[in-house]
């Protein structure tokens, strides 16, 4: 059996695309030769099986009183037994946690993945293995989110928890034992500020390929 890859994640691992000028399809989402899962299971070949799990405005565990069903803590044992068996679960959440309505800061939202995290440990989709998990902290929400029509739902505070959420998604990390990988780097665009352009998806699949074969179980 291949070895499997979970990715567990928001918008950004759906592949939503804001500007439709940067996707090949000129649609809403990024196609298969553009989305970062898709990239990542290319570069890591035919061994290795990557499945995306990824649902716009998903949380890590804050229910959304406008929508059912958003944070991945109620779902996240039927999302891992019906993939299993997982050797790794990637989980790359926590801009919809700084929602203004969610009324939560950047240390609560580190404490949500805490809770994800060890819930998703407790599952029995490992097989023989131990549960096998990776952080990854998602950019910095850019300022151009305030100006755009969804900034508004969005609220105040947003860039301030993003940016401070890498240094409490560390030591959830290690807290947990989970890997962590901090994806500051990968670019979000400036249409609204919190979803990643073609280029991002390239960086943060780049980032992947080299850190997940190591990462996953001989």
């Known amino acids: 059996m291949k070895k499997h890859v979970l990715c567990l994640g928001d918008s950004n691992t759906h592949g939503y695309c804001a500007d439709p000028a940067d996707?090949?399809?000129?649609?809403?989402?990024?196609n298969e030769k553009e989305r970062w899962t898709c990239l990542l299971q290319k570069a890591l070949g035919p061994d290795?099986?990557?499945?995306?799990?990824?649902?716009g405005g998903r949380t890590t565990v804050f229910p959304d009183p406008l929508h059912e069903s958003m944070?991945?803590?109620?779902?996240?044992?039927?999302?891992?037994?019906s993939h299993e068996v997982i050797d790794l679960l990637v989980i790359m959440l926590g801009t919809n946690d700084t929602k203004e309505r969610l009324g939560v800061n950047a240390a609560?939202?580190?404490?949500?993945?805490?809770?994800l995290v060890r819930k998703a440990r407790s599952v029995d989709c490992w097989g023989d293995r131990a549960p096998n998990i990776l952080i990854v902290c998602p950019p910095p929400i850019r300022p151009e989110m305030e100006l755009a029509e969804c900034g508004v739902?969005?609220?105040?505070?947003?860039?301030?928890?993003?940016?401070?959420?890498?240094?409490?998604?560390?030591?959830?990390?290690k807290l947990?034992?989970?890997?962590?990988?901090?994806?500051?780097?990968?670019?979000?665009?400036p249409v609204d500020g919190m979803h990643l352009t073609r280029r991002g998806h390239a960086q943060l699949a780049a980032l992947l390929a080299e850190a997940v074969p190591g990462l996953l179980p001989g």
């Open 71 to 81: 944070d991945a803590l109620s779902v996240v044992y039927a999302l891992l037994k």
């Open 23 to 30: 996707c090949a399809d000129g649609g809403t989402r990024f």
């Open 108 to 115: 609560c939202i580190a404490i949500g993945m805490e809770r």
């Open 176 to 189: 947990v034992g989970a890997h962590y990988l901090d994806a500051k780097d990968c670019e979000f665009n």
């Open 153 to 173: 739902p969005m609220g105040r505070g947003c860039l301030e928890k993003s940016r401070e959420l890498p240094k409490y998604l560390e030591k959830t990390a």
């Open 48 to 55: 290795v099986l990557v499945t995306e799990e990824g649902l």
